[in-house]
Structure formats: structure tokens, C-alpha cells
């Protein structure tokens, strides 16, 4: 079992920047896989972000430049900095964990861009 925290949602403006956080609830070494995915209403959940227990990171095209995913191993957390807002990155975001062949979900956050 995996437990996992976000926190650092909120409303932006477009330019603007936030910074997500997810704590888990093991060593994050021992996880195939942490990732960061959003959903917006009436949209699939996609996902955004990803680094590997080896610390490869993946980045979907759509937030390339913008976004950073990153770790603190010593904190086993996992974190998004989202820089650049635009309007169309406004959806719930969520960490995910993939831990011995299944995946495991946070609450989601919000996250608003708008002015």
C-alpha cells in the first residue's frame, strides 16, 4: 500500500507559477514510478509528468519548458513546478505511484488559472 498527499494547488493567474508537492507514504525508491496527472472537466485524465525510481523524468509535450517534475528523496516527496500558466492547464491534478504492478492515487488538487 501506498499513501499519497498532494498539496500546493490554487488560483493563478495566467504567467504565474505554483509549485505542487506529494508526499508518500514509502521510500520513494522502492516505487517503479511517481507521476503527475491532471484532469479537466469533461477531459480524460492525462498525464503530465513522470520520473522513474532511477530519476528519468518524462514530460508531456503540452508542458515541456514549463514544467519540472522532481524529488526529495530524503523527504520521499515528488514535485511539480509549474511555471507559465495558461488557462488550459486549469484541472484537478493528482500523484500517482506505481508500486509492484498496481497504481496508487492521491486525493487531486485544484489548480485555477484565470484572471
Known amino acids: 500500500q501506498v499513501q499519497l498527499v498532494e498539496s500546493g494547488g490554487g488560483l493563478v493567474q495566467p504567467g504565474g507559477s505554483l509549485r505542487l508537492s506529494c508526499a508518500a507514504s514509502?521510500?520513494?525508491?522502492?516505487?517503479?514510478?511517481m507521476a503527475w496527472y491532471r484532469q479537466a472537466p469533461g477531459n480524460q485524465r492525462e498525464l503530465v509528468a513522470l520520473?522513474?525510481?532511477?530519476?528519468?523524468?518524462n514530460h508531456a509535450d503540452s508542458v515541456k519548458g514549463r514544467f519540472t517534475i522532481s524529488r526529495d528523496i530524503a523527504k520521499n516527496t515528488v514535485s511539480l513546478q509549474m511555471n507559465s500558466l495558461k488557462p488550459e492547464d486549469t484541472a484537478v491534478y493528482y500523484c500517482?505511484?506505481?508500486?509492484?504492478?498496481?497504481?496508487?492515487w492521491g486525493q487531486g488538487t485544484q489548480v485555477t488559472v484565470s484572471s
Open positions: 514509502r521510500n520513494i525508491l522502492s516505487l517503479a514510478s
Open positions: 500517482n505511484a506505481y508500486y509492484i504492478r498496481e497504481r496508487y
Open positions: 520520473i522513474s525510481s532511477s530519476g528519468l523524468t
